[in-house]
């Protein structure tokens, strides 16, 4: 289903060859049928000044009628919503608080674009300045740069890599590289991943989403 995603990404700011507009294609109608995605991730943030990363384990999920759950379990419990209506978190002191987030908003879109085959946006407000398949075809990564004044206050470069099997399934994103303007760097490590194409999750797991 993935195979060649980086061509997916290519097409924000690249003309396509006949083949490469057939496979591009192909990936839309394949990224169009996921209904869900759920990953553990290791987020490692190192901050300028600091010895030692600062280090966050959790849980993403997504499903593109009801946004995007991140929640961070450890060291501190933090849910955070994402959908059309804007950004909320919770904790062990408030629920549902809105707030502006302008590095998480732009992860968000990112991956909502890539797993709903919806770049419109994302061509809008990033440009890629540089992407790779390996030899084998089984691993991708993208550098993006963004256009958004808004973003660029929060982040200055975002790289994202991928890997798949010789079927062209896979775990779609399986790293994310967060530069800031400060050149703090954040790393988010995503495992375990639970993927639905076509049929429709199981209703347990949009619990979270009410």
Same mark, same amino acid.
């Given at each position: ?72 379990? +450890? ?77 660029? +206050? ?57």
């Amino acid at each position: 289903m993935k195979i060649k995603v980086f061509c997916l990404l290519l097409t924000m700011v690249l003309p396509l060859h006949a083949e490469d507009s057939i496979l591009v294609e192909q990936l839309h109608q394949a990224y169009d049928q996921v209904q869900y995605f759920e990953a553990e991730f290791v987020q490692n943030k190192q901050v300028k000044f600091l010895s030692k990363p600062l280090v966050s384990t959790g849980v993403i999920k997504y499903a593109p009628t009801h946004g995007m759950i991140w929640e961070v379990v +450890k060291p501190i419990w933090v849910k955070t919503k994402i959908n059309n209506e804007g950004i909320f978190k919770t904790n062990s002191f408030e629920q549902n608080v809105k707030v502006n987030d302008v590095q998480m908003q732009a992860v968000a879109d990112i991956l909502g674009e890539l797993l709903g085959a919806r770049l419109d946006r994302m061509r809008s407000q990033f440009e890629l300045s540089a992407s790779q398949l390996s030899d084998d075809q089984l691993h991708w990564e993208a550098t993006l740069i963004p256009r958004s004044k808004l973003i660029k +206050k929060a982040l200055a470069q975002l790289h994202i890599e991928g890997l798949l099997d010789e079927a062209g399934q896979g775990q779609g994103i399986s790293k994310i590289t967060l530069v800031d303007p400060n050149e703090n760097i954040t790393t988010i490590v995503f495992s375990e991943v639970v993927m639905f194409n076509e049929q429709s999750p199981p209703a347990e797991l949009l619990h979270d989403f009410q």
